[in-house]
């Protein structure tokens, strides 16, 4: 089976995703890099679904969504971004 995939430019209504998505990646990349507490104070002063939403909805970042669709798929984890900004 061939995967399929949805690219589209974030809107406010993707913080959710975006906030889970950005935190996901950010632990997998740096999680053992610091304290877990410090750690934790970055991901909600960075990637809070409030702090994205506001991003997107003031155009202070533009962000594309990149998502495998259909059945068996399961967001964040079937998905990627990228942030211009």
Not at 8 to 16: K, N, V, Y
Not at 63 to 85: F, M
Request: proline content about 5%.
């Amino acid at each position: 089976m061939t995967a399929q995939y949805s690219l589209h430019r974030a809107a406010p209504a993707d913080a959710p995703l975006l906030s889970a998505l950005m935190t996901e990646t950010f632990v997998a990349e740096y999680g053992n890099a610091a304290p877990a507490d410090s750690i934790e104070r970055h991901i909600a002063r960075s990637y809070g679904a409030a702090l994205v939403e506001e991003k997107l909805s003031l155009g202070k970042a533009e962000i594309w969504i990149l998502e495998a669709v259909g059945a068996g798929c399961v967001a964040p984890r079937d998905a990627g971004y990228v942030q211009i900004g």
